[in-house]
């Protein structure tokens, strides 16, 4: 440009000069030195959204907790109701208790009662003990209605009746059965070992 003469020329000219050369400086700036400024500002507003929305959602969490607790609650009578049920161990002391009180409530004499070994299912135990009794046919009867209101699951197998003959006895019949009950197995939660990187 330094063969550019301006003084013989209008005044526009040195006008539309100028402007050309400050529109290239602006176009030079906004594309080399103001881009990464303008990057780092998206990227920035970007994060700020992004941070808003976690903020809200944690929000709406927060308003829910009560109702989380509540269910946690709810779910955790309903877990202890269950293992009622279906227990996590065998509870040997408190099955032996409740069944010596049920020969006690009735005519009975309880014979034998003998732990087998467990049989291992898919998620549960199957725990059969074998049991003889004396009783009446009656007090047999009442016997398993009493045993059937346990909280506890307890199945019958393997029934075999057969009349009391020793003369002067208490009892008319003589049984033996096995009676089923069932412990959950509980998965067993991995742990994670820390080894070599």
Do not use: C
């Not at 992004?50 to 907790?65: D, F, H, M, N, P």
């Not at 161990?89 to 009975?108: H, M, P, V, W, Y």
């Not at 467990?118 to 016997?143: C, G, M, N, R, T």
């Not at 029934?159 to 509980?186: C, G, Q």
């Amino acid at each position: 440009m330094a063969g550019l003469d301006l003084d013989n020329k209008p005044w526009y000219v040195a006008l539309i000069i100028g402007l050309v050369l400050a529109a290239l400086l602006v176009f030079a700036s906004e594309n080399y030195i103001f881009s990464d400024m303008q990057k780092d500002i998206n990227r920035s507003t970007s994060d700020l959204e992004t941070l808003r929305k976690k903020v809200t959602e944690g929000k709406i969490a927060e308003g829910r907790l009560p109702q989380f607790r509540e269910e946690f609650a709810r779910l955790d009578t309903e877990l202890q109701r269950l293992l009622r049920i279906l227990p996590t161990a065998k509870q040997t002391d408190e099955l032996i208790k409740k069944i010596k009180s049920l020969t006690e409530r009735g005519n009975f004499r309880l014979v034998t009662f003998q732990p087998q070994a467990f049989v291992k299912k898919d998620f549960y135990s199957e725990w059969p003990i074998s049991v003889q009794l004396e009783a009446s046919y009656h007090e047999l009867a009442l016997f398993f209605d009493r045993l059937s209101r346990f909280s506890r699951i307890i199945n019958i197998d393997t029934l075999s009746i057969s009349a009391d003959t020793r003369p002067r006895s208490a009892y008319t019949i003589n049984t033996t059965f096995v009676m089923k009950t069932f412990i959950y197995d509980e998965p067993k939660q991995e742990v994670k070992q820390e080894g070599a990187r």
